[in-house]
């Protein structure tokens, strides 16, 4: 401790530090929550307004329209993921024998 300064003084510019500190770590912790989360807070807000009638009606218009675009292409499924599911199937089938 500085001889120089009194006592209160010194206890003056302490809480003063501690003050700026603080908001200086409450605006960071603000900006990266706004950063970070903000997109997935949409996401989950949209997800708990399924309740509500003409939000319902917009989702599933939503999913008519992809539906619809996904149903002009010709190939659905990649070749990869047709031989996934296509060994999925035959694994799931085999495994339905035994329980009969």
């Given at each position: 401790m500085n001889p120089k300064i009194p006592k209160?003084?010194?206890?003056?510019?302490f809480f003063i530090k501690l003050v700026s500190i603080s908001i200086a770590i409450?605006?960071?912790?603000n900006t990266l929550f706004n950063i970070l989360l903000s997109d997935k807070l949409e996401k989950i807000d949209k997800l708990m307004l399924l309740s509500e009638?003409?939000?319902?009606?917009?989702?599933?218009d939503e999913l008519r329209n992809?539906?619809?675009d996904l149903l002009k292409k010709d190939n659905?499924?990649?070749k990869e993921d047709k031989v996934l599911l296509?060994?999925?199937?035959?694994?799931?089938k085999s495994?339905?024998?035994d329980i009969e």
């Open positions: 209160t003084n010194s206890l003056k510019i409450i605006i960071i912790i009638v003409q939000e319902r009606k917009e989702l599933g992809s539906l619809n659905l499924i990649n296509y060994r999925l199937y035959k694994k799931l495994e339905f024998k």
